[in-house]
């Protein structure tokens, strides 16, 4: 795919650029809806949806939602992956350049319960990746940077043979002056911290893994935020689920607070927020009201059960009830 031959599509605010997403371990995402699970016998499903799943393939979809230009690559293989890139093209509408591995792609199945909305999902183990095939993705990569703005890194990697790409991604960022986004646990996340990628969005489980500590007051949150500044990330963001997030760049330190909401799906809300901070930076909007968007973004995606099938409508609707406090 020759990305200066695709057309650029207008972003928020007439701003034109491209928003690149990986995601090392996309899936097909399989929901299947019925009224009781009965363990040991057949079940009989009325309907069931897919869609391509991965954090990336999220942040990609918000980005489209909101009229943002976006291209997203992910490790994909086998009829499982092209299954995810048909979805993200012709479904979605997202533009995709995947890179293509010899494993098969994992398939993801969530089976909820409907009368008491209760979610068993069951998470096949991600694709084995070759050395080969991941020095290929970095100059996959490479080709695509002269047309990105940001570029954010989603989730965790398959392969301890990956551990190492989300640091090399971001030291070829940074020498092409393009703004990262740091979204993983793990190894893969760990190792990318220190190549200081511009911003990092653990939810509080994660920076615990990523510091080693227990997180349970909003004293020990801001500590977190301090540790992950200290390790020279320009852009902390510690999302907090229904309560939002915390923010710390050197503009300023705040707590941006949603309205509440009736919650129908929160999955892919954290997603949501790395699409409307992608956006913002793309933007150079001032942070205060990146992280607006962030949040009304995230906020917009745990209204409906689909990830990313919210609009700007809805996302504009409520930027006006979004709170930023001080630290």
């Known amino acids: 795919m020759r990305i200066g031959a695709v057309p650029r599509r207008t972003c928020v605010d007439g701003v034109i650029a491209v928003i690149v997403t990986i995601t090392p371990n996309p899936c097909v995402d399989k929901t299947v809806f019925i009224d009781r699970l009965h363990v040991g016998e057949k079940n009989r499903v009325p309907r069931y949806t897919c869609i391509a799943g991965g954090k990336g393939c999220n ?28 979805m993200l093209t012709e479904e979605d ?24 909305h209760r979610q068993t999902a069951v998470f096949e183990p991600g694709p084995a990746v070759t050395e080969p095939e991941g020095a290929a993705a970095l100059d996959q990569v490479a080709a695509v940077l002269s047309k990105t703005t940001v570029i954010t890194m989603n989730g965790s990697a398959p392969d301890r ?32 911290l220190t190549a200081n990628p511009y911003m990092v ?20 949150q801001w500590a977190a935020v ?10 902390v963001v510690l999302s907090l689920g229904a309560a939002g997030a915390l923010v710390a760049c050197k503009a300023g330190c705040f707590h941006v607070m949603p309205p509440a909401i009736d919650e129908v799906n929160p999955v892919g809300s954290g997603d949501a927020l790395v699409a409307g901070f992608a956006l913002g930076l793309a933007g150079d909007k001032p942070i205060e009201d990146t992280a607006r968007l962030g949040v009304a973004m995230g906020t917009a995606n745990a209204m409906s059960w689909d990830i990313g099938a919210f609009t700007s409508e809805q996302v504009n609707a409520l930027l006006p009830d979004i709170t930023i406090t001080p630290r």
């Open 226 to 235: 301090d540790s992950l500044r200290v390790k020279g990330v320009s852009l």
């Open 161 to 192: 043979t990956l551990d190492h790409f989300y640091h090399d991604v971001t030291r070829m960022a940074n020498e092409a002056g393009v703004k990262t986004i740091l979204d993983a646990y793990g190894p893969i996340c760990e190792q990318g």
């Open 59 to 86: 942040v990609s979809r918000a980005v489209n939602a909101m009229g943002g230009s976006t291209l997203a690559m992910p490790f994909v293989g086998g009829h499982t992956g092209r299954h995810v890139v048909e």
């Open 93 to 116: 509408g997202v533009r995709c350049a995947p890179i293509w591995v010899s494993a098969m792609t994992r398939t993801i199945t969530t089976i909820l319960e409907e009368p008491v």
């Open 201 to 220: 969005k653990p939810n509080v489980e994660e920076a615990e893994q990523l510091l080693g500590c227990s997180i349970n007051t909003r004293a020990d």
